[in-house]
């Protein structure tokens, strides 16, 4: 057992120095720490505010308020004849005149472009002695974002506690701050406990336009966020959070991200005390992904709808510097995910996202992938642990409804081998409502798992539908305890990780970028190695195995070997396990016959002698039965305790095997004359 994992180790480690450098950078930021913990949730203040922010234009106001309810028209009204004499122009002046915890700040409707914050960086600010991400921007220390706090952000909340920002309209697109893409970031709290955001939006940037971090208690009340480069909503290294009745939606990432979320949880098993996060009655639709989290550790995701985004939601271990890896213990529930299946690729493919981003036109719809992930799913968990997925309704996917796949702890730049199979364990499916809306209306998804065949403990409800592999672990019964994934699933992976969106890179091979039948590396791969196996199998039959049960034995491989490629071309079906067990029998049967007839004839024409030929007749029959023990695991119940799949083993003697009959199958070199003549010469 222990030889074979430092096996497995040392392929997933050589597989892993293979993926390409852009698999390990995503969201960037200087080393932080988890919070202590003693926060909390922080509660609406109702009362009268202490700082107001207005814009001077009376008539520009009074048409903006002009369809409000009477009672809240008449409010704003007041709010604003007081903002005239005592107010502020710009949010970022007012948050600069908060001089003690709990202060609220009130923003008058209007458009806020804050001015004095857009000027690029000019004396020591230009010249901030720090490291650039692959993004193109400045890893900045906590310091030099005191020190030049708009070197990157529009509105910069540095260090200020139990602030509470609310805009004043009927609903959030009344007040906007607006980055004009001049800047990485409309606002950003930064070591802020117990801030509140209300009642605004915030769009336009070069990556976030509500960026969280480091904060003991947060919440994000009733907030639009729109048409970035990366994120919506970005938390990050945080507790004590609540995402509520918030919408995202045009992003080159995610909509709602809790990155790093406090990993109150790790340890535990599924029955836990509370979670770092909560995120509720949001909407997320029309970006890359609805909602994301790399080390989303212990959040909790309900009542929420995620539509009409390249995918539903997803979580991972696959990106480095982020603190909480492996990510662990999401919880969701009652979640609407339908009809993630937008093609946002194409926008990269045609140059559109090579341009500035104020002229790629993500107000009318463009959004620009930032990286590779797979289109038509409603959750993707790559790489995670103790997750929990209950009671959601998911429909209307192209691909299917859940992905799970693990990631090797290299990835995220942990060498250790005790590591490298620490993901993708302990994942729980249950009760969830597949293909068909809360209305009854039936929707079908293209399938129900992808499941790359890695980890233990994992297990989904009964009666699932269409899945690979088509036998899953049902919850309640032993499961497999697997350390690595499927060979040609690791092949796919590594293709379609190779994605840039700097570079317009988009693998050919790879059904997340749209290659379809023969086009697709899986099939590719099946008919290449169909035609070599199919191949070996007629001249077999021709050279070794004349007679009717050899043609009845080669006819059974044929048809497993084709039914390959229509396997690979169809995956969420039981025609893969189906060529396994036909190719077993062609295996089986040409071993028995081989050693009935072949290994003898083998002898006779100097193949080798009896003995080779004997053990060539075996080691088929072996072969043949790995293939339909292959076939079970796949179609059956997938076999318990063994840390690698029957493919593995199988793959690795099907190469071995088609050598060895090429050696014996090969035509041999005719004797000259003269060498007949040598031989006859008596001793």
């Known amino acids: 057992m222990r030889p074979l994992r430092r096996v497995a180790t040392a392929v997933a480690l050589t597989l892993g120095l293979l993926l390409p450098a852009s698999a390990a950078l995503a969201h960037e930021e200087r080393p932080v720490t988890f919070p202590d913990g003693s926060g909390s949730v922080p509660v609406r203040r109702t009362g009268e505010p202490d700082l107001l922010v207005c814009k001077s234009d009376r008539a520009d106001f009074g048409r903006r308020i002009a369809g409000f309810p009477p009672d809240l028209r008449r409010r704003n009204l007041e709010l604003f004849e007081r903002c005239q004499e005592k107010g502020y122009r710009h949010l970022q002046e007012a948050v600069d005149r908060v001089d003690r915890p709990g202060m609220t700040v009130a923003i008058l409707p209007g458009v806020y472009l804050e001015e004095p914050s857009q000027p690029e960086p000019t004396g020591a600010c230009a010249h901030l002695n720090a490291r650039w991400s692959s993004w193109g921007y400045q890893i900045l220390s906590y310091e030099q974002q005191k020190q030049c706090p708009h070197n990157q952000n529009l509105v910069a909340i540095l260090g200020i506690r139990n602030l509470q920002i609310e805009g004043t309209g009927a609903e959030p697109t009344d007040v906007i701050i607006d980055a004009q893409y001049k800047k990485l970031n409309a606002i950003r709290a930064d070591m802020t406990n117990g801030i509140y955001f209300r009642n605004f939006t915030a769009q336009r940037t070069t990556f976030n336009s509500i960026y969280i971090l480091a904060t003991d208690g947060f919440v994000i009340d009733t907030m639009l966020t729109r048409w970035n480069d990366e994120y919506g909503f970005l938390t990050f290294a945080s507790d004590h959070g609540l995402y509520t009745d918030c919408e995202s939606h045009g992003n080159g990432d995610s909509g709602i991200y809790p990155g790093s979320a406090s990993d109150i949880n790790d340890g535990r098993g599924h029955d836990v005390p509370r979670y770092s996060i909560e995120i509720r009655r949001c909407k997320s639709h029309q970006n890359m992904v609805g909602y994301s989290g790399t080390a989303g550790d212990s959040v909790y995701v309900h009542d929420n709808e995620f539509y009409d985004n390249m995918g539903g939601a997803s979580m991972d271990s696959a990106f480095a510097g982020h603190p909480g890896l492996p990510q662990n213990h999401a919880r969701f529930e009652r979640n609407r995910i339908h009809d993630n299946n937008q093609d946002y690729y194409r926008y990269v493919a045609d140059g559109t996202c090579a341009k500035p981003a104020a002229e790629r036109g993500y107000e009318r719809g463009v959004v620009c992938p930032q990286i590779g992930m797979p289109r038509g799913t409603g959750i993707v968990t790559a790489g995670g642990n103790w997750n929990v997925f209950r009671d959601n309704w998911i429909w209307g996917h192209e691909s299917a409804a ?282």
């Open 402 to 683: 859940f992905g799970l796949l693990a990631v090797p702890a290299f990835i995220r730049g942990e060498e250790s081998w005790d590591k490298q199979f620490d993901t993708s364990h302990h994942n729980l499916y249950e009760g969830n409502h597949l293909g068909v809306t809360p209305e009854g209306t039936r929707r079908p998804n293209g399938a129900a798992v992808s499941w790359d065949g890695q980890g233990s403990g994992n297990c989904w409800q009964r009666g699932i539908g269409p899945s690979t592999p088509w036998a899953l672990p049902a919850c309640g019964s032993a499961g497999p305890a697997r350390i690595l994934s499927e060979p040609v699933k690791i092949a796919k992976n590594y293709l379609c990780n190779d994605y840039s969106v700097s570079e317009r890179r988009l693998p050919a091979g790879c059904d997340w970028y749209g290659s379809t039948g023969l086009a697709r590396v899986e099939v590719q791969l099946a008919l290449a190695t169909s035609l070599v196996l199919g191949l070996i199998a007629i001249l077999l039959q021709l050279r070794r195995l004349r007679s009717r049960a050899g043609l009845a034995v080669t006819s059974a491989g044929l048809a497993g070997l084709t039914l390959d490629v229509f396997g690979a071309a169809h995956t969420y079906t039981p025609l893969p396990a189906a060529a396994l067990a036909l190719m077993g029998v062609w295996w089986i049967g040409a071993g028995w016959l081989w050693l009935g007839r072949g290994g003898a004839a083998g002898a006779r024409t100097g193949a080798g002698g009896p003995s080779r030929g004997r053990a060539f007749g075996w080691f088929t029959a072996v072969l043949g039965a790995l293939a339909l023990i292959d076939a079970f695991d796949k179609a059956v119940m997938m076999i318990p305790l063994l840390p690698l799949g029957p493919g593995w083993i199988r793959g690795l003697l099907a190469g071995v095997w088609t050598l060895w009959a090429i050696v014996l199958l090969a035509p041999k070199p005719r004797r000259t004359a003269a060498a007949a003549r040598i031989e006859e010469v008596p001793a």
